[in-house]
């Protein structure tokens, strides 16, 4: 109970210089478990930008490139695929539903994607998410379109708005399909996938813009513009790759090998979870970056503390020598020592825990609206908690230079009180 006393009372002699090593240690705590949250959501939200599909089917290439140019829009498909292949696969009894998707035209540096209703009905993110409409509803007619999140917010467009595509792809427009704008009917709220950066509008719009165009030129003038409006029925000759959903996940492998091995196409395809994996196996640089940063943060605060400890020792040497005229040993003064850095090492963990779970809490929600994020508090993982006690134990084990230090210095007080 007196050395429980005797440290209580040391700290609070000192209440200022500790509150500031607790917030040191607490702002790190709060971003090493923030990094650490940061890193596992975005992986997450990475490999769930697509979820619910079975298989991407296109033409035939690598997994990746595949998955870039299907599910990001990135990059350019090696080959399309015919709309009456399409069918065929999209008619197998094992197919619950397919979505064709058809790419190569562009608006002010997004994509423009040619789908169906059904996108909207069977698209999934995060853990089986559906999409939702943040204004207005899918396209109906065929020169509807419906936008991303993203691309509403940076070109400021509302419901209603009119906008012209272009054929190709890139910031620079050029060969606009200007005699058929698009009107603006819906707008989905965000989700943090490549959907927020897209214009979606229908496959028969599609073909109806490049009703007279040929190798990427326009041909003539279009004059039957009220054609274009009312006609429903412009059947694509192809597309650029499709999303399948199947009646049983057993029935995965075998529907791959199919379409693999497919007689009329070269085609492949993928599954979704696995190229996402294979890919972010590529770019997990960021992932060791993020690491290294909040290691660089721990073992400055470390430091601080360390420091903030020994540049009070001169100031202590009262201290001591009272002590050990008390009777108090110079092990039992380096003790303490490391009692008062593991307490503020402590009281600086559980602080951080509580920010950070508090900020989360608060700013959740924002941070999902802005970045398309997911932030999933639950309980600590294993790494956040290896990581704590990671931290604990090195603070412990970097308090030991001072306790060393206090050590020499009141066995030096001890042997001139003894020679004086």
Avoid at 266 to 283: H, K, N, R, T
Wanted: charged share 15%; net charge positive.
């Amino acid at each position: 109970m007196i050395k429980l006393r005797l440290l209580a009372s040391s700290i609070y002699s000192r209440k200022i210089t500790v509150l500031l090593s607790i917030a040191s240690i607490c702002i790190s705590v709060s971003l090493v478990i923030g990094i650490e949250k940061l890193r596992t959501s975005a992986k997450k939200s990475f490999t769930n930008t697509i979820s619910a599909t079975d298989v991407i089917v296109g033409a035939r290439s690598g997994n990746i490139q595949l998955l870039l140019y299907t599910v990001f829009g990135i990059g350019n498909a090696t080959n399309n695929i015919t709309w009456t292949t399409y069918k065929d696969i999209s008619k197998r009894p094992e197919v619950e539903w397919a979505i064709p998707l058809s790419l190569g035209d562009s608006h002010k540096g997004f994509r423009v994607l040619g789908t169906t209703k059904e996108f909207f009905e069977h698209y999934r993110y995060r853990q089986k998410k559906p999409l939702a409409f943040k204004y207005g509803k899918p396209f109906a007619k065929t020169l509807d379109t419906v936008i991303g999140s993203d691309v509403a917010s940076t070109l400021g467009y509302n419901l209603g708005d009119a906008i012209v595509v272009s054929h190709g792809i890139g910031k620079i427009e050029t060969n606009l399909h200007d005699d058929q704008p698009f009107t603006v009917v819906g707008i989905l709220q965000k989700t943090g996938t490549p959907v927020d950066k897209t214009v979606h509008v229908s496959l028969q719009s599609i073909e109806a813009i490049h009703k007279n165009w040929k190798g990427g030129r326009r041909l003539k003038a279009q004059d039957a513009l009220g054609e274009v409006q009312t006609e429903t029925k412009f059947v694509p000759r192809e597309i650029t790759g499709a999303l399948v959903g199947l009646k049983s996940r057993i029935q995965i492998f075998q529907f791959q090998r199919y379409i693999n091995n497919y007689r009329h196409e070269a085609l492949s395809a993928i599954l979704p979870g696995v190229a996402l994996q294979e890919l972010w196996s590529l770019i997990s640089t960021a992932e060791t970056a993020l690491i290294a940063i909040s290691t660089i943060v721990v073992m400055t605060s470390f430091l601080g503390m360390i420091t903030m400890i020994l540049a009070t020792l001169n100031e202590r040497r009262r201290e001591m020598a009272i002590l050990r005229a008390i009777g108090a040993s110079p092990a039992a003064i380096a003790g303490l020592m490391i009692a008062e850095a593991s307490l503020i090492i402590l009281a600086g963990i559980i602080s951080g825990f509580t920010l950070i779970y508090a900020g989360l809490v608060v700013f959740r929600s924002t941070i999902d609206q802005i970045s398309g994020i997911y932030i999933d508090i639950g309980f600590p993982t294993d790494t956040e908690l290896f990581a704590v006690i990671g931290i604990f134990i090195i603070g412990c084990l970097c308090s030991l230079i001072p306790a060393w230090r206090a050590y020499l210095i009141s066995v030096t007080n001890g042997f001139h009180s003894q020679t004086g």
